[in-house]
């Protein structure tokens, strides 16, 4: 039974900085591409960074210069460091896996397992 749990996030000021962590159970860490989506009601969900089983880190546009992924395979744990968050980052954010490899790994439906989320309020 494949669980991803998020945390880590929060209300934060223009400019701050949020860590979140996706608990990773079910499965043996780092035999999955994973990535970190945000939703946005009305929006959809906006792909922002994945890193692969052999450790190949992408970015979205949106994530680009400001937020890092990172993953701590003793904790089983994925991370996204965010940075000089803005307004306009406000969202939920999930966590994903597509239990072996992503392709196009911007695609949320080439994900088969998702965290419920954590909300970031930037004001």
């Known amino acids: 039974h494949v669980q991803l749990v998020e945390s880590g996030g929060g209300s934060v000021q223009v400019g701050g900085s949020l860590k979140l962590g996706c608990k990773v159970s079910?499965?043996?860490?780092?035999?999955?591409?994973m990535g970190w989506f945000r939703e946005i009601p009305g929006k959809g969900r906006e792909w922002l960074s994945t890193v692969t089983l052999f450790g190949v880190i992408t970015y979205g546009e949106s994530a680009k210069g400001r937020f890092n992924i990172s993953q701590d395979g003793a904790k089983n744990t994925l991370y996204l460091h965010m940075n000089n968050l803005k307004p306009e980052d406000t969202a939920m954010y999930h966590c994903a896996a597509s239990g072996g490899s992503c392709y196009p790994c911007q695609l949320e439906g080439t994900y088969n397992y998702w965290g419920k989320g954590t909300q970031v309020t930037v004001s």
């Open positions: 079910g499965y043996r860490f780092g035999t999955s591409d």
